[in-house]
């Protein structure tokens, strides 16, 4: 671990905390102790445990929001299946990796809130892949490949919505639903109610 960058000792070290003890419990100090570190140190690399939440979502999770920005820019490669059940089995993998580290954030009020607002000032959330995957099939309307009368952000909105349910329902299950098969079945019967 001491040959990697500072930068990357500190991500693992706040992914894996973020992990554990959830983000509410994860402090800077407590960070930059399992990284080998100083808070100081933290401080020259990281702007705040928001931006380091941020970047654990982007650098150590399954990328979610270049698969969809890729496709809502470059619309009518694959069948929308194909697209939609990529997307879905992308977010399964990233909503069940991202609740437990997400979740400690609703017992605290004041630091769910403080989180809310760095998002906002940062133009990320939890609504960014919502939004990105509604562009797509709009795109994909545009094409002539969606109803021209389908709710595209309904359409969206139940799409993530059931993976992240996913994430969340199943912890107490003795089995979660393969995310593969998961998400083949969600783009099948979301395509059903899509397509012309």
Avoid at 20 to 29: D, E, F
Avoid at 75 to 101: D, K, M, V, W
Avoid at 171 to 195: C, H, I, K, Q, Y
Wanted: charged share 25%; with cysteine; glycine share 8%.
């Amino acid at each position: 671990m001491e040959n990697k960058p500072t930068r990357v000792r500190l991500l693992d070290a706040a992914h894996e905390l973020m992990l554990t003890v959830g983000l509410a419990r994860a402090t800077t100090k407590e960070i930059a102790r399992a990284a080998g570190c100083s808070e100081a140190a933290l401080y020259k690399h990281f702007d705040s445990k928001e931006e380091l939440f941020v970047l654990v979502l982007t650098e150590r999770l399954p990328p979610l929001g270049p698969l969809i920005g890729g496709l809502a820019a470059e619309p009518g490669g694959r069948s929308l299946e194909e697209n939609l059940t990529e997307i879905a089995h992308r977010a399964c993998l990233f909503y069940e990796q991202s609740f437990p580290i997400a979740a400690s954030l609703y017992a605290e009020t004041q630091l769910k809130r403080r989180h809310d607002e760095a998002m906002r000032e940062r133009g990320t959330g939890p609504h960014i892949p919502i939004q990105g995957l509604d562009a797509y099939l709009r795109a994909e309307q545009a094409l002539g490949r969606v109803r021209p009368d389908a709710d595209t952000f309904a359409a969206a909105s139940l799409l993530l919505g059931a993976c992240a349910q996913r994430a969340f329902a199943y912890d107490a299950a003795e089995e979660r639903p393969e995310g593969a098969e998961f998400a083949a079945r969600l783009a099948r019967t979301l395509v059903a109610g899509l397509v012309v």
